[in-house]
């Protein structure tokens, strides 16, 4: 039962980290583990709890929790979500919740696209200045389309407007 739980401890503690062994997880992903794993429900078990629970099996100055470490605290949370139970009954039954359990990636790299982004980015239908920009296929045009580009030429570094000086008879 452990070693379905210390996998699934693992899965967890790998998530999001790129640098990570595995043998180590920190508070963030100790909370997702509860919250996937339906170890938090939101009534017995909150995500103060978790915080709580991680903060006090953590040591002092540590940042991250081991597997020991994190059996303590599934203890901790196991009483608290299953009341009733005496701990180590708690303890399997919160093992029981993680097992073959991932780390849950729903909804987190959707692309949402709003009715008025069509109507927004179509650069058929700029008008004024700003469709100036952009050349008949809608590709932009750089700086050319957002400056007068003056040519500098003359005697003088400062001279704009080659040949506009009026010549003397």
């Known amino acids: ?3 379905e739980a210390e996998k ?6 790998v998530f999001g980290e790129s640098s990570s062994s595995g043998t180590e997880m920190n508070n963030k992903n100790f909370s997702k583990l ?14 103060t ?3 709580i629970v991680f903060s006090k099996v953590k040591a002092k100055n540590a940042r991250t929790i081991t597997f020991s ?5 599934m203890k901790e949370l196991g009483q608290k979500r299953f009341k009733g139970k005496n701990p180590d009954e708690a303890l399997q039954a919160v093992f029981k919740l993680m097992e073959g359990k991932d780390p ?3 909804g987190v790299t959707k692309a949402t696209t709003v009715g008025g982004v069509d109507r927004l980015t179509d650069t058929s239908k700029y008008t004024g200045t700003h469709k100036e920009r952009f050349d008949d296929s809608g590709k932009g045009k750089g700086i050319a389309g957002r400056e007068e580009v003056t040519d500098n030429t003359g005697y003088v570094s400062g001279y704009k407007g080659a040949g506009t000086y009026d010549k003397k008879k």
């Open 34 to 47: 509860c919250k996937d794993c339906g170890i938090m429900d939101g009534k017995a078990v909150t995500s």
């Open 8 to 13: 699934t401890f693992q899965r967890f503690a």
């Open 1 to 3: 039962m452990a070693s």
């Open 69 to 73: 470490e994190f059996q303590e605290a």
């Open 49 to 51: 709890d978790v915080d």
């Open 104 to 106: 849950a990636t729903t």
